[in-house]
């Protein structure tokens, strides 16, 4: 089994190496663990609810590599991509818009991140060549170039207000740098291990830091001062989201749970960790079984959680997972294939997300894929 599933690993760059700064021994842990949940008699698998006829809105077929993030424009008119085939790609939510679309190719190693400015004019791209990029997303012209870095850069994320952008690395620094003059404002080495995504508040006044060391911390955005660390996950913290109103921020991690804090005192809201053998057997409508958590994505409104996790199909599929963002109620999921990215459209009502499709492990999943490729799907939420 463990062989299998390290050619399926071979086969598709896994989330895993997305996140190379939690690579090395987790890798095998998780490969351990996903081969004694297969195959041990107790590991019920639960029938994923029917996804709706014509979920689906639109596929987008560009990219020749894994697609690693995915963005809407605040603006709803646009998505961008990002790609281990080293490009960033912008094309049109809406197909009949007609819309070229633009790629942009100046990384010299695979895209890891991205992120939208608030006015959805400029993009920032985050990659394994350890720079961060800035560009005009509509004309592909290029703005800046952010070094520094001594690792990937895993996660970027464009402050609400437009004037600052923050870059987190497996070199465990989180930096904040002026959008408009290039000039890096300060370096947080606060974390012990790798900084895989960053999220700012809904204020710009402060920013959470999600890492490898199994902690959230929360910074002061301005100076860089260190706040509150947020302790409780037992794994690598690999997503983390803030709520619209600023109250709450939500971490997902490889301990297979989702946490909702409060983000003033760091108390922990509730934990999500999925529905256990038994529930998931006796009502397979409740739940699925919990297992690492990789994306985690507050909507705009404020109220739903977005979740992609693994489960019980290894790499060779995800599940999205949605509840109510303070009750859990209204428990949602459907299975896909490979998802390393996914992103709320602006008015709550689709995702965007990445899926692997290869015919490799095929029969695992039922229902042969009609080609092989690496797509970005529009889909209703």
Not at 144 to 158: E, K, L, M, P, R
Not at 230 to 237: C, K, S
Not at 328 to 357: C, G
């Amino acid at each position: 089994m463990a062989g299998k599933q390290m050619g399926l690993l071979m086969g598709y760059l896994s989330r895993r190496e997305v996140l190379r700064g939690m690579a090395g021994f987790m890798i095998a842990l998780s490969l351990e663990g996903c081969a004694q949940a297969l195959s041990s008699p107790s590991a019920t698998v639960p029938v994923p609810t029917p996804r709706p006829q014509g979920s689906v809105y639109y596929t987008y077929r560009g990219h020749t590599g894994r697609i690693t993030s995915v963005g809407w424009s605040p603006n709803g008119k646009y998505i961008a991509s990002g790609s281990l085939d080293q490009t960033v790609q912008v094309w049109a939510a809406n197909p009949s818009d007609h819309f070229q679309p633009l790629i942009y190719r100046g990384h010299t190693d695979g895209v890891q991140t991205l992120a939208w400015s608030p006015d959805s004019n400029r993009l920032v791209s985050g990659s394994i060549d350890k720079t961060a990029q800035v560009w005009n997303a509509l004309t592909g012209e290029h703005v800046a170039t952010y070094s520094g870095h001594s690792g990937i850069v895993n996660t970027v994320a464009w402050s609400p207000d437009g004037k600052y952008i923050a870059t987190g690395s497996e070199d465990s620094t989180v930096r904040m740098w002026d959008a408009t003059t290039g000039k890096q404002m300060y370096i947080y080495r606060g974390q012990r291990a790798s900084i895989n995504s960053i999220v700012w508040s809904p204020d710009s006044q402060r920013i959470a830091s999600g890492s490898s060391d199994k902690t959230v911390h929360i910074l002061d955005a301005m100076t860089g001062n260190h706040s509150l660390t947020f302790r409780g996950h037992t794994d690598t913290v690999s997503s983390v989201s803030w709520s619209p109103d600023g109250k709450h921020i939500a971490s997902g991690s490889w301990d297979k749970t989702v946490q909702v804090w409060e983000a003033a005192s760091g108390d922990v809201l509730y934990t999500y960790n999925g529905y256990n053998a038994q529930a998931a057997q006796a009502n397979p409508a409740k739940g699925v079984l919990p297992d690492l958590i990789f994306i985690v994505a507050w909507s705009h409104n404020g109220k739903r959680i977005a979740a992609v996790t693994q489960v019980y199909c290894g790499d060779i599929c995800a599940v999205v997972l949605g509840w109510d963002a303070l009750t859990q109620q209204h428990f949602t999921f459907y299975v896909d294939q490979p998802m390393p990215a996914m992103a709320w459209s602006p008015d709550d009502t689709r995702l965007i997300t990445s899926i692997v499709v290869s015919t490799q492990g095929a029969e695992n999943l039922g229902t042969p894929p009609p080609q092989d490729g690496y797509f970005a799907q529009i889909t209703q939420a």
